[in-house]
């Protein structure tokens, strides 16, 4: 039989197929680009050991990538947006927005006739989930923080102000609050700004009500 003859509409699918594939929430080594910086390195060795537990494979992978451990954290080297990991963290946030702004996916959508996925979204909710089972208590967290913002506007709190919020609803010390809070931090969930209070990541705060879909047990 003849091959068909390649379409505008069957090329983009395939050009699109190829974005997706390399998407973090599809691709182990794009999923540890987009939460290495910073990170704990034998936190991420546990959470990546196909990647990280060889000392021969980890060499290989972090030179590659563009990455070093210093003081025991994974850190991007310098000039890291010249090398493979810093092409592939910036081509994944750049696409994220994309198919993820309704301009650009609905013209999308009308070229190929078919729903095409959020990546953006689909990404915060694999963390959401995956935040859940390492700890359902730091979920229920955010949905408390999400609910006090919504009424004061106001996403940037300090540890004080979150333990205030959170003390009608769950008994927690300090500590545990550290505990809780640098958790959701390795999912890159929140950010901690320069006056030491913590925010809402960008994304979160575009798609906070997907934390309405995530149930505590």
């Known amino acids: 039989m003849p091959e068909e003859e390649p379409t505008f509409e069957t090329e983009l699918e395939n050009l699109l197929n190829a974005f997706y594939a390399i998407m973090p929430t599809a691709n ?5 680009i987009m939460l290495a910086e910073g990170q704990d390195f034998e936190t991420m060795r546990e959470a990546y050991p ?3 537990s060889d000392k021969k494979t980890r060499d290989k992978f972090l030179s590659i990538l563009g990455y070093e451990i210093e003081n025991g954290k994974i850190k991007e080297v310098y000039r890291f947006y010249e090398s493979l990991g810093g092409a592939i963290k910036e081509g994944t946030s750049r696409f994220f927005k994309i198919p993820g702004g309704d301009e650009y996916r609905n013209r999308i959508i009308a070229a190929l006739l078919k729903e095409i996925p959020n990546p953006e979204l689909e990404w915060l ?5 995956a935040l859940k089972e390492a700890d359902g208590g730091a ?6 923080w999400k609910a ?8 940037d709190l300090e540890p004080k102000e979150i333990l205030e919020a959170l003390k009608d609803w769950m008994e927690l010390n ?8 640098d958790l959701i931090m390795q999912y890159k969930l929140i950010t901690k700004t320069y006056s030491e209070k913590y925010a809402f990541s960008d994304e979160l705060k575009r798609y906070e009500d997907v934390l309405d879909d995530i149930e505590v047990e």
């Open 125 to 129: 909710t694999f963390r959401l989930q």
């Open 139 to 144: 979920i229920a967290i955010l949905k408390i």
């Open 148 to 155: 006090v913002a919504k009424e004061t506007r106001n996403y």
């Open 28 to 32: 182990r080594i794009s999923q540890f």
């Open 50 to 52: 196909e990647l990280l």
């Open 174 to 181: 300090e500590e545990q609050l550290k505990d809780a809070l």
